[in-house]
Nanobody, 114 residues
Framework: QVQLVESGGGLVQPGGSLRLSCAGS????????MAWYRQAPGKQRDMVAG???????NYADSVKGRFTISRDNAKNTVYLQMNSLKPEDTAVYYC????????WGQGTQVTVSS
């Protein structure tokens, strides 16, 4: 069964940085475009960053210039480098395929607060 495991979240002050990781098992990352999503309390889950199999990236306007998505196919891992974090970035962060097609992992909590 395909499994996605997110990690790297935590509590950070505004302006700080975090690097999230998502490791997949029983799936070949090489054939999937991947994405990071987030869900804040009481809100829907939205995509924040995506990366194609060829490495092209796209971002939600709210994170453009601050977040960077990358992938390491050899490790079946996708990353999200988050800089200049803001309180409104507080959410549970998930990874999945682009246009989610596998079971969601447990996510990783990111809290931006002073």
């Amino acid at each position: 069964q395909v499994q996605l495991v997110e990690s790297g979240g935590g509590l950070v002050q505004p302006g700080g940085s975090l690097r999230l990781s998502c490791a997949g098992s029983k799936m070949d990352f090489r054939i999937y475009a991947m994405a990071w999503y987030r869900q804040a309390p009481g809100k829907q889950r939205d995509m924040v960053a995506g990366i194609t199999t060829g490495g092209s990236t796209n971002y939600a306007d709210s994170v453009k210039g601050r977040f960077t998505i990358s992938r390491d196919n050899a490790k079946n891992t996708v990353y999200l480098q988050m800089n200049s974090l803001k309180p409104e970035d507080t959410a549970v962060y998930y990874c999945n395929t682009y246009g989610p097609s596998v079971s969601w992992g447990q996510g990783t909590q990111v809290t931006v607060s002073s």
